[in-house]
């Protein structure tokens, strides 16, 4: 498969000093929401104060309905589903009419709730599946015709710097470097930032202000410097289909983590791993990671709010990934910690992650239960200046 990076430069990072600890726990507050599907018993909203955001990725469509509160948002309602947009993608390369026929059926729950809330402000987005498939333009006609929603397809490099915004809350204020990973259906983008130049308290409020590019937003403020991207086209789906003839679950873990790897040859940090020191965190976004932190923590239920900010060791994530793979295919697909929807993607997904966790090994990796759509929200909230200055 070809392989495709973005990037900005590739400055030097500067030393850095041992600080100790790596990570702190710091008082984080984290937007408030309801599940996917349920809305709260409380008053409705002025739909004025309303913005949504969509995001259909390879495997996945998700939206988030929420209004501006202080420096962070709350949701009024979302939704979640599997679409499987991408099925069959790899070797048509066309967008399936089954796939396109669950999709529509999704963005359809989509708009009646877009309606109910009478919003008006949204951003509805479609990412790698679509910037791949032939067909795509036909599908967002498709769309546009049965359900009057506009999709966008946006490009990588804003995919990436989205999933940025939305995990500012989770960078500690000792991280002098940060690597921020988002694990999707159908592509992983990885972004490295160096965040020595930054005031501590300020750690946070820098990587907001990357929503309006890489370069960040022109105030004059201290902002995180993006030292290399990178957009890799495999995700938990795509990466599953590339060796789905391989029978042997270990050996097609092992060729799946190890082909992940040889696609990173293009990203600085891969090539220079001396730039890893102290102060280093990794932030990963997907439903690959807080799923593996449900099992650690043992969850029956998913419950986000144990998940989301959640510190987890290299040892307890190879724990989580060996246990996987003691279960088999059969014992996968009865644990309620993974769940339908991810049994059969979450080797792929465990396979990136393990890659990750081998060319940059840290003692904590931080678990982030949001992601583009979270971005999305912060992006257009701080474009209409409705939310407060302060700290997260």
Excluded at 61 to 85: E, N, T, W, Y
Excluded at 207 to 217: P, W
Excluded at 277 to 286: A, L, N, P, Y
Excluded at 357 to 377: I, K
Aim: with cysteine; net charge neutral; glycine share 8%.
């Amino acid at each position: 498969m070809s392989k495709r990076s973005r990037r900005r430069g590739k400055p030097k990072l500067k030393s850095v000093p041992d600080t100790g600890a790596l990570l702190a726990q710091r008082d984080l507050a984290f937007p408030t929401r309801v599940p996917d599907g349920h809305k709260p018993a409380a008053p409705d909203p002025d739909p004025a104060d309303l913005y949504a955001a969509l995001d259909l990725g390879t495997n996945s469509c998700r939206m988030l309905i929420a209004q501006p509160k202080g420096s962070q948002f709350h949701v009024i309602d979302s939704f979640s589903k599997s679409v499987q947009l991408g099925l069959g993608l790899e070797a048509s390369g066309k967008l399936s009419r089954g796939s396109m026929a669950r999709t529509v059926g999704a963005l359809k729950i989509c708009q009646r709730k877009l309606t109910e809330h009478k919003v008006k402000r949204m951003r509805l987005v479609a990412t790698e599946a679509c910037r791949r498939a032939s067909n795509a333009r036909d599908f967002i006609s498709l769309v546009q015709r049965d359900t009057g929603l506009a999709l966008e397809i946006i490009e990588p490099e804003e995919e990436a710097r989205l999933a940025v915004v939305s995990c500012a809350p989770l960078v500690s204020t000792k991280t002098e470097q940060l690597l921020v990973v988002d694990i999707g259906g159908g592509s992983t983008e990885l972004v490295w930032m160096d965040l020595s130049d930054v005031p501590r308290v300020e750690r946070p409020a820098a990587i907001m202000r990357l929503h309006e590019g890489f370069e960040g937003a022109d105030t004059g403020e201290p902002s995180a410097r993006v030292v290399d991207w990178i957009s890799v086209p495999l995700g938990v789906a795509t990466l599953k289909d590339q060796f789905s003839d391989v029978a042997d679950d270990a050996a097609r873990f092992a060729l799946m983590s190890w082909f992940f790897e040889e696609n990173l040859a293009e990203f600085s940090p891969y090539n220079e791993p001396d730039q890893v020191r102290e102060g280093f965190q990794i932030i990963g976004t997907s439903g690959t990671v807080t799923t593996v932190a449900a099992s650690h923590l043992n969850l029956r239920r998913y419950d986000r709010n144990k998940v989301d900010g959640l510190r987890m060791t290299s040892s307890q994530i190879d724990t989580v990934i060996q246990n996987y793979l003691a279960m088999g295919p059969d014992g996968r697909r009865k644990d309620a910690r993974i769940g339908r929807d991810r049994q059969s993607l979450i080797m792929s997904g465990a396979a990136i992650l393990q890659a990750l966790l081998r060319v940059w090994p840290t003692d904590r990796l931080s678990v982030a239960d949001r992601g583009l759509r979270e971005g999305l929200l912060y992006a257009q909230m701080s474009a209409d200046g409705v939310l407060e200055e302060g700290p997260f």
